[in-house]
C-alpha cells in the first residue's frame, strides 16, 4: 500500500476509534486564533471597498462595518476565516469562485479596480 494510503487507514481507525470512546489513543489538535481581529487592515490590505470585501467573502457589508467601527467583533469561524483571507486570499477567491460556478441558484460576479472580474 502507497504511503498516502496508509496515512488515509490510519486515521480512519483513529476516527473509529475516536467514535467508539477511545479519545487516548486519537490525536487531538488546538488550533490558537486570535480574539481581536483587524478586519479594516485586511480589507486594505487587498485594497477593497466594504462593500466589494464582503461580496467577495459572504459577509453582509452591514457586519463588516461594525466589525471595523468595533461595535462588534467576528465570532469564532469568521475570524479563522478572516486568517485565511489575511494570509491566502486567492485561495479563499479559488474556492469560492468554483462553489458560484457550480452554483444555479446563485450568479455572482464582482468588479473590482484594475483587478477584473472576482
Known sequence: ??????SLLRGAKEALA??????KSSKTYQVKIP???NVTAIREKLDMSQNVFAAC???????VEKWEQGIRQPAGAARAYLIVIDR??????SALSIHI???RNHKVTH???????I
Not at 18 to 23: E, L, M, V
Not at 57 to 63: D, L, M, Q, V
Request: hydrophobic residues 25%.
Open 101 to 103: 460556478a457550480h452554483s
Open 18 to 23: 475516536y467514535a467508539k470512546g477511545n479519545k
Open 88 to 93: 491566502n486570499p486567492e485561495a479563499v477567491r
Open 1 to 6: 500500500m502507497s504511503k498516502v494510503g496508509e
Open 57 to 63: 467573502f459572504g459577509f453582509s457589508t452591514r457586519t
Open 111 to 117: 468588479r473590482h479596480k484594475d483587478k477584473g472580474v
Open 35 to 37: 480574539k481581536k481581529i
